[in-house]
């Protein structure tokens, strides 16, 4: 972060200092940063980009993130898609997000195999069961922290409160509550920031 | 090989791409509705078998998509879920980081970012409960979650960590 020439926000321009990536190396950092990611990969790709191979700054990262949080899609994959969009166009977003999915994919279903030869031993089975237990408790946890923003502001624990009973009570189809909940939220936010 | 399987499988999951606003866990909720209570491609423990080894493998959280995909059709069905839940967001990261700069001070996102905020919120914890409801079988299940959320919320551990200390309590005791 020594010398942060980079104009914050310009996603799509190369950092000065930087060599661009090539898609190949796109493809293997990303790779990389794949198969180290356990229980979230975006630590390790922030790591990878910001420290290691310096392809974008601090700040750019920040940026890069908070696009793809709110974007649909796995945050982590926007990210890659971005990555690799920035320095080698639509083939480099094509690599670094086959790099960073490849692994992963192999990995869990080598896993799900080797689970599915297993499954009549109780060990494996009660260490799978632990294992979604404490996942469980991860999410709602995630929920939890993801909620502290909200304090104190009266319409968005509002929303929030609405859109959790609609999806996870109610059952409601995810397409029809958020085409009702998203434009209401983003309109009562529209109003009140005017 | 069945075609209208996998494009069944694309069409589902390439819709819930575009919905997967705060990602795939935001999404646990509708997809257990889609293939669990509609379809009947998984059954609730198949489901929470997909979530655990999704949770202990390497990678992004979609991986439970993928093995929902080779629940149904093998090889085939994993692959075809995996690039439809990730293709359409993908295409719209793509063409919006083009466009973004323009909108960067825009009253609009801003307004789209404080009201998307909330609603996130709420399907994560939506996503948390159908689990919940789901995995937590047992007295032991159930004390494994709420030690799992007290342990995230007020120490720094590595979420490795508490997946692991699940399993072993999983072996030690039969959940």
């Known amino acids: 972060m020594a010398d942060d020439k980079s104009v914050p926000g310009d996603l799509l321009a190369p950092a000065s200092d930087a060599p661009p990536p090539s898609r190949r190396e796109l493809f293997l950092r990303f790779l990389i940063v794949g198969m180290q990611g356990f229980g979230g990969v975006l630590p390790f790709a922030r790591r990878m980009l910001v420290e290691q191979r310096r392809w974008v700054s601090e700040r750019e990262f920040i940026e890069v993130l908070s696009l793809s949080q709110f974007l649909p899609g796995p945050n982590i994959v926007n990210v890659s898609i971005i990555v690799g969009s920035r320095f080698r166009g639509a083939s480099g977003a094509v690599a670094a997000v086959l790099g960073l999915m490849l692994m992963p994919f192999l990995i869990v279903l080598a896993l799900a195999a080797l689970y599915a030869q297993f499954a009549a031993i109780e060990a494996v089975r009660g260490a799978t069961n632990g294992v979604s237990a404490a996942a469980t408790g991860l999410v709602i946890a995630t929920a939890i922290k993801m909620a502290q923003p909200l304090k104190g502001v009266a319409w968005q624990i509002a929303m929030g409160i609405l859109t959790f009973v609609a999806i996870g009570l109610l059952r409601v189809p995810l397409l029809w509550a958020l085409a009702v909940l998203a434009p209401l939220s983003i309109a009562i936010a529209w109003r009140i920031r005017q | ?175």
């Open chain 2, 1 to 175: 090989m069945n075609l209208p399987l996998l494009a069944d499988l694309a069409q589902q999951f390439g819709l819930l791409s575009f919905l997967a606003i705060g990602g795939v866990n935001a999404l646990i909720p509708e997809i257990h509705r889609r293939v669990v209570e509609n379809a009947h491609w998984l059954t609730d423990t198949d489901f929470a078998q997909a979530f655990a080894i999704a949770q202990a493998a390497p990678g992004p959280n979609l991986l439970i998509v993928s093995l929902i995909g080779w629940k149904v059709d093998g090889f085939l069905g994993a692959l075809v879920c995996t690039v439809a839940i990730c293709a359409p967001s993908s295409a719209l990261t793509f063409a919006v980081a083009h466009v973004w700069d323009r909108f960067r001070d825009a009253p609009l996102r801003k307004a789209i970012q404080y009201g998307l905020a909330p609603v996130t919120v709420g399907l994560v914890l939506a996503s948390g409960f159908i689990l919940a409801r789901t995995v937590d079988q047992s007295a032991v299940a159930v004390g494994l979650t709420v030690a799992t959320v007290v342990l995230a919320l007020a120490t720094r551990l590595h979420p490795l960590w508490m997946l692991a200390a699940g399993a072993a309590v999983g072996v030690l005791i039969a959940v």
